[in-house]
């Protein structure tokens, strides 16, 4: 079951899904702008096959069923800073143990679910805190698919998420959600987004009328209005509403969201201080793999690119690379395979995946993500949206480091056929247009 969320809305899909008792994922796509038509498609035919918008992903999400009930739902993207916000609830952190444990709990696209888990296990939370905690989540992000008026959505069959902390029933919660997305229409113009962070306008006349001392702490311009809501364990309608007098009265001002790379709360990991950081390519196009590693090279990283697919598994875990570059379509072995063989060792579950694709279509996204993948990039692309992706999940390189020994990659060039850094890839030096297969 798959479409376009302007023929058929998150409620229905939902009923559908609780109707037919169905297990598996629901995967949903939001878009900031409607999807166009192409010129002279018909209403039959060609209209039903799902074109991939010219416009960006702006969010996306995962929602698990069992029986047609509710397992868990949250962000697509890997990222523990929900559940931290919380947390901050009980005083509690994510600890560091609990990391590998989760891993061994939740399959790599619920990794906030595994943590969660592994933190009732360890006795840090109780069940009952951790019910608590899921029920929240659900809640949120119910409310934000409910909320949706442009995207797309894919719901496959698939083995439950295991194990089962609770389910949740969809005929008790949508009907509360809705009337929570209807109240929060409410509050627009002067509050449109979720993601808005309040700021305090007059501090003194503030502070004598909200008694919360943490409230008016957290009134900084930075915390969003999702944010403080996870901090008091309420709802996002319940925090709107009380912030809504202070709004009107000029008391409170609300600041832009924040940029979503800037609130993706992925800490980049950070390699050894006395080695660049390592990025591997595994594509088997000639064109890309030079353009990837020369990009690479000159801004700072150790670029190692790979043309054979099944030969590249041997050599990723001899370079322990910091990020990993994959194309999807690959003879012999391709990208969803790497990906899902890398992710069942300790060593590269939490390595940065990015997939490599110039298909049209987000089924291959929806792919990625239950392989594991952490993002994706589409071909074509120029230097710059190559740089800002990896940016984001190693942290910035070091074009003024003298060029790392590659004895270890030197070594394995001619049985491997890679090009690593050589007088054929420096003459052919591209330039920064875009590039694709």
Same mark, same amino acid.
């Given at each position: 079951?798959?479409?376009?969320?302007?023929?058929?809305?998150?409620?229905?899909?939902?009923?559908?899904?609780? =109707?037919? !008792?169905?297990?598996?994922?629901?995967?949903?796509? *939001?878009?900031?702008?409607?999807?166009?038509?192409?010129?002279?498609?018909?209403?039959?035919?060609?209209?039903?096959?799902?074109?991939?918008?010219?416009?960006?992903?702006?969010?996306? #999400?995962?929602?698990?069923?069992?029986?047609?009930?509710?397992?868990?739902?949250?962000?697509?993207?890997?990222?523990?800073? /929900?559940?931290?916000?919380?947390?901050?609830?009980?005083?509690?952190?994510?600890? /560091?143990?609990?990391?590998?444990?989760?891993? *061994?709990?939740?399959?790599?696209? +619920?990794?906030?679910?595994?943590?969660?888990? +592994?933190?009732?296990?360890?006795?840090?939370?109780?069940?009952?805190?951790? /019910? +608590?905690?899921?029920?929240?989540?659900? !809640?949120?992000?119910?409310?934000?698919?409910?909320? =949706?008026?442009?995207?797309?959505?894919?719901?496959? =069959?698939?083995?439950?998420? *295991?194990?089962?902390?609770?389910?949740?029933?969809?005929?008790?919660?949508?009907?509360?959600?809705?009337?929570?997305? @209807?109240? #929060?229409? !409410?509050?627009?113009?002067?509050?449109?987004?979720?993601?808005? $962070?309040?700021?305090?306008?007059?501090?003194?006349?503030?502070?004598?009328?909200?008694?919360?001392?943490?409230? %008016?702490?957290?009134?900084?311009? &930075? %915390?969003?209005?999702?944010?403080? +809501?996870?901090?008091?364990?309420?709802?996002?309608?319940?925090?709107?509403?009380? =912030?809504?007098?202070?709004?009107?009265?000029?008391?409170? @001002?609300? @600041?832009?969201?924040?940029?979503?790379?800037?609130?993706?709360?992925?800490?980049?990991?950070?390699?050894?201080?006395?080695?660049?950081?390592?990025?591997? $390519?595994?594509?088997?196009?000639?064109?890309?793999?030079?353009?990837?590693?020369?990009?690479?090279?000159?801004?700072?990283?150790?670029?190692?690119?790979?043309?054979?697919?099944?030969?590249?598994?041997?050599?990723?875990?001899?370079?322990?690379?910091?990020?990993?570059? $994959?194309?999807?379509?690959?003879?012999?072995?391709?990208?969803?395979?790497?990906?899902?063989?890398?992710? &069942?060792?300790?060593?590269?579950?939490?390595?940065?995946?990015?997939?490599?694709?110039?298909?049209?279509?987000?089924?291959?996204?929806?792919?990625?993500?239950?392989?594991?993948? %952490?993002?994706?990039?589409?071909?074509?692309?120029?230097?710059?949206?190559?740089?800002?992706?990896?940016?984001?999940?190693?942290?910035?390189?070091?074009?003024?480091?003298?060029?790392?020994? &590659?004895?270890?990659?030197?070594?394995?060039?001619?049985?491997?056929?890679?090009?690593? %850094?050589?007088?054929?890839?420096?003459?052919?030096?591209?330039?920064?247009?875009?590039?694709?297969?």
């Amino acid at each position: 079951m798959q479409g376009k969320l302007s023929e058929i809305d998150i409620r229905s899909i939902l009923q559908l899904i609780e =109707l037919g !008792q169905r297990t598996g994922e629901l995967f949903v796509e *939001a878009y900031s702008m409607p999807v166009p038509s192409p010129a002279g498609e018909s209403a039959s035919g060609s209209s039903n096959v799902w074109k991939r918008p010219k416009h960006p992903v702006e969010k996306s #999400w995962l929602v698990f069923f069992l029986n047609g009930k509710i397992v868990y739902a949250g962000d697509a993207n890997p990222d523990l800073r /929900r559940l931290r916000h919380y947390l901050r609830h009980y005083r509690l952190a994510v600890p /560091r143990e609990s990391a590998e444990a989760s891993m *061994a709990i939740a399959t790599t696209n +619920a990794p906030e679910y595994g943590h969660l888990w +592994a933190l009732i296990e360890n006795h840090v939370l109780s069940p009952a805190q951790g /019910r +608590a905690i899921l029920q929240r989540m659900v !809640q949120e992000t119910l409310f934000d698919l409910l909320s =949706l008026h442009q995207g797309a959505f894919i719901f496959e =069959l698939s083995p439950p998420l *295991a194990p089962q902390l609770e389910t949740h029933e969809i005929g008790v919660l949508v009907p509360n959600i809705i009337q929570q997305v @209807q109240e #929060w229409r !409410q509050f627009h113009p002067l509050i449109q987004s979720p993601d808005q $962070c309040p700021a305090i306008a007059d501090t003194s006349h503030l502070r004598s009328k909200i008694s919360e001392s943490a409230l %008016t702490a957290w009134l900084d311009g &930075k %915390t969003s209005i999702r944010q403080l +809501a996870r901090f008091l364990n309420q709802n996002i309608v319940a925090v709107a509403r009380r =912030l809504y007098p202070y709004l009107e009265r000029g008391d409170l @001002q609300l @600041q832009a969201p924040q940029h979503p790379a800037s609130q993706s709360g992925i800490a980049p990991l950070q390699p050894p201080q006395d080695r660049l950081p390592r990025v591997v $390519c595994i594509d088997d196009g000639a064109t890309i793999r030079k353009t990837v590693e020369f990009i690479l090279n000159e801004n700072g990283y150790e670029g190692t690119a790979i043309s054979n697919p099944l030969k590249a598994l041997s050599l990723v875990f001899q370079l322990k690379p910091d990020l990993i570059l $994959c194309d999807i379509s690959m003879p012999e072995l391709d990208g969803y395979e790497i990906c899902a063989m890398l992710r &069942k060792s300790t060593a590269f579950r939490q390595t940065p995946i990015i997939m490599l694709t110039g298909r049209d279509g987000f089924i291959d996204r929806v792919r990625a993500r239950m392989v594991g993948a %952490t993002d994706y990039l589409t071909k074509p692309f120029g230097a710059h949206e190559l740089l800002t992706l990896v940016e984001r999940y190693v942290g910035p390189g070091n074009p003024d480091q003298p060029e790392p020994e &590659k004895l270890l990659a030197e070594a394995l060039e001619n049985e491997l056929e890679i090009g690593i %850094t050589s007088e054929a890839t420096a003459s052919s030096t591209p330039n920064d247009s875009s590039y694709s297969p």
